[in-house]
């Protein structure tokens, strides 16, 4: 059974860069044809699609948050990363990742890590 | 890339059957069979529910189906149960190799 757990700070300040990790257990992240992905939540609102990776490197990201995202992975660690520049309080969400099984089929999620922009 | 367009919210007694649309444009929805359907429940991750317009993971009941006609796709949840109040969201491939959602519908259960 995949597992995917995000982790990182819960409190960013504006204008700083918000980074998290999303570790993966129950399955080697470099096997399969399977993509990575990053996907957020405000309070109250509906899901925003961040952006993915696939295990070789390749990536594809949201054209609204293109300039300041960035998605990694290391396989070694069995992870990959999100990290999103010049934040503001628009960017305080809860924040998911997500196994895509290959169209947008995110059939594993984790649990969800709440990032708060606030100064 | 902008929103695919659901309603609001929804809702039908116990044991009704309920239909959500998702609508995109040519360039998502209308341009790929790779629409899914996610259930989220209050403080919850969501779940997928269908996947490439119509098909059920292992595990989703079966009172879960799933369609597609030209832009606009269709979640029905036949003999509603209590259990399916929930927020329920689309989501489709595009034409930009990218995923987008829709805004979520709330369903309510009388």
């Known amino acids: 059974q995949v597992q995917l757990q995000e982790s990182g700070p819960g409190l960013v300040k504006p204008s700083q860069t918000l980074s998290l990790t999303c570790t993966v257990s129950?399955?080697?992240?470099?096997?399969?044809?399977?993509?990575w992905s990053w996907i957020r939540q405000p309070a109250g609102k509906g899901l925003e699609w961040i952006g993915r990776?696939?295990?070789?490197?390749?990536?594809s990201y949201n054209p609204s948050l293109e300039s300041r995202v960035t998605i990694s992975v290391d396989t070694s660690k069995n992870q990959f990363s999100l990290k999103l520049s010049s934040v503001t309080a628009a960017d305080t969400a809860v924040y998911y990742c997500?196994?895509?099984?290959?169209?947008?089929?995110?059939?594993?999620w984790g649990q969800g890590t709440l990032v708060t922009v606030s100064s | 890339q902008s929103a695919l367009t659901q309603p609001a919210s929804v809702s039908g007694s116990p044991g009704q059957s309920i239909t959500i649309s998702c609508t995109g444009t040519?360039?998502?929805?209308?341009?790929?069979?790779?629409v899914s359907w996610y259930q989220q429940h209050p403080g919850k991750a969501p779940k997928l529910m269908i996947y490439?317009?119509?098909n059920r993971p292992s595990g989703v009941s079966n009172r879960f189906s799933g369609s597609k006609s030209g832009n606009t796709a269709s979640l029905t949840i036949s003999g509603l149960q209590a259990e399916d109040e929930a927020d329920y969201y689309c989501?489709?491939?595009?034409?930009?190799?990218?995923?987008?959602f829709g805004g979520g519908t709330k369903l309510t259960v009388l």
């Open positions: 490439d317009v119509s």
């Open positions: 997500a196994r895509d099984a290959g169209d947008c089929d995110f059939d594993y």
């Open positions: 040519s360039s998502d929805v209308g341009g790929y069979n790779y």
């Open positions: 990776i696939y295990t070789s490197g390749s990536t």
């Open positions: 989501s489709s491939y595009t034409s930009s190799s990218t995923s987008v």
């Open positions: 129950g399955g080697s992240i470099g096997s399969g044809s399977y993509y």
